[in-house]
């Protein structure tokens, strides 16, 4: 079917296509890098208006590209080519479709907003773990990303929380796994399949998700360290002593933090080369939190591994302290020429990783504006840099893919990837194909081909399938 006949079909469904003259706000991504005017927007509100967009779009053979509140990182949102593909926004299918607290599981409609879903299980006395600075994101999307964050220490990544999804495949068939049960051993784990999966395999339209106990007590620590490796050392330390309170355990570099207070007073009275936000968290108001942690900082404070400690005295130190941390991503956002990297590492690696990649940066740019925090506990680092003020943006640009080839190599040679919770996208669809072990990437090719045999959902994202299968193993023989 040719686009215009798409297009008067999908205009007898649901609210049709949005306006043409809108279509540009969903042609961009949050980092502005990435750009794709939609052939239509469609922006379903009930799982049977999008299997009907669906079937459309793949009678015409058209793609279509999920959005969610668009915060990914990767260019994950947005059409590759002008004019080529219907984005389908699920920012109207918000229902909260059930909460059983005996169960401690709540579902929820794909466009439902993650800060949302904390203060609906926050009303119910529970938490939902997922915390990331990425505001607008949905929780279609944060599925969909396999989002991580700051809490990814106690509870997991997203695909952690998730009991169960409802799918719209590719050919507008509807997989419903919503009734999953914690303990459910027939078969495959298909939404596996779904999850982080960058809406390259079906769009994810309701899920069933993990609730847990709101904590009763809670401290929020700031904390001043001489290096990274002193950083690993009091995670260790922490982990040993804290174990299961311990929810956040999040580093920065001196840089990142003096960019975000940007002559603002700083949580610590001294210099700091690196900073450290820790938060631990009881359900029970018994446990004497507060000391032990003292404890654990004084000790570390006595064998020279913490140079200074402040605990928050009340929610609004907390939460100042919370807005620096957060704050630091959101600010690199706005900077579109700045290098953004998401690597991980095993967490024994993670001093390494930066030394050795500090080294590689200032050999190219000894001048680099190096931002560097991160979910250390995961090894997760996100190793930044910024244009030099004296430095043209053009000049830095010519920078960009070797910067990123020094940051990427690094954390491959530790055995570590080139993604830790951003996804691939189209920024990094590439390279993973070209660092990837073959069977991995023709294992992908396989799974996607199989359930999006044209092609139409989210392609040139993720995986691609382009690449030669030159040294494939033949998995069918
Ligand atoms: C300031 C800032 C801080 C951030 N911090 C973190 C962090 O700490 N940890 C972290 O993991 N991420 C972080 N992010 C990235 C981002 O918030 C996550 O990737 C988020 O999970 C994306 O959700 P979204 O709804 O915005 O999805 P979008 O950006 O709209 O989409 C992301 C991908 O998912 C697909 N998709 C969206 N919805 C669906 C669906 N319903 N079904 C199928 N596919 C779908 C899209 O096609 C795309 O490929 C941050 C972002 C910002 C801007």
């Known amino acids: 079917m040719p686009s215009n006949a798409l297009l008067v079909t999908l205009g007898g469904i649901g609210d049709g296509p949005l306006p043409v003259a809108d279509n540009e706000q969903y042609a961009a991504d949050a980092t502005k890098n990435y750009h794709g005017v939609p052939l239509a927007v469609m922006r379903p509100r009930t799982t049977s208006e999008l299997v009907e967009i669906v079937r459309s779009c793949a009678a015409a053979e058209v793609s279509i590209v999920p959005r969610g509140g668009n915060s990914g990182l990767v260019g994950g949102a947005v059409p590759v080519d002008d004019e080529q593909s219907v984005v389908v926004s699920l920012e109207k299918m918000r229902t909260v479709r059930d909460i059983d607290l005996v169960s401690n599981t709540v579902t929820v409609e794909a466009g439902y907003l993650l800060v949302e879903l904390q203060e609906l299980a926050s009303n119910n006395n529970r938490l939902f773990p997922l915390r990331h600075a990425g505001l607008s994101s949905q929780v279609g999307g944060n599925l969909s990303t396999n989002a991580g964050g700051t809490n990814v220490i106690r509870y997991g ?230 244009r030099p003020d004296s430095m043209e943006p053009q000049e830095f640009a010519g920078y960009g893919s070797d910067i990123m080839r020094v940051i990427e190599t690094t954390a491959l040679d530790l055995g570590g990837t080139i993604s830790a919770e951003h996804g691939l996208g189209q920024k990094k669809m590439r390279r993973f194909a070209d660092v990837v072990a073959a069977e991995e990437l023709d294992l992908m090719r396989l799974i996607k081909g199989a359930l999006d045999p044209l092609g139409i959902m989210n392609p040139d994202k993720l995986v691609d399938m382009r690449v030669p299968q030159a040294n494939a193993v033949p998995i069918q023989e």
């Open 157 to 386: 990544m997203a695909r952690n929380l998730v009991l169960g999804l409802e799918v719209v495949l590719a050919n507008g068939a509807v997989w419903n796994g919503l009734n999953r049960l914690p303990k459910d051993n027939t078969g495959y784990d298909l939404k596996q399949l779904f999850l982080g999966a960058e809406g390259t395999l079906g769009i994810i339209t309701a899920a069933k998700l993990r609730l847990f106990p709101a904590p009763k007590l809670q401290r929020t620590a700031w904390i001043g360290v001489a290096s990274c490796a002193a950083a690993v050392d009091l995670l260790s330390r922490c982990r040993t002593e804290l174990d299961e309170f311990l929810s956040t355990f999040e580093l920065m570099n001196r840089n990142a933090v003096e960019r975000y207070l940007n002559g603002r007073r700083a949580p610590l009275a001294g210099s700091h080369e690196w900073h450290i936000l820790v938060v631990v968290t009881a359900t029970s108001d018994r446990i004497p939190l507060e000391e032990t942690l003292l404890d654990v900082l004084a000790q570390a404070n006595a064998d020279g591994v913490v140079e200074d400690a402040v605990i928050a005295a009340d929610d609004q130190q907390e939460r100042t302290l919370w807005e620096i941390r957060e704050g630091i991503p959101a600010a690199l956002i706005e900077d579109p020429t700045c290098i953004k990297g998401d690597t991980g590492v095993a967490v024994g690696a993670v001093a390494e990783f930066v030394t050795v990649t500090d080294a590689g940066v200032r050999a190219l740019l000894p001048d680099a504006e190096i931002v560097t925090f991160g979910h250390v506990g995961d090894g997760n680092i996100h190793y930044n840099v910024v």
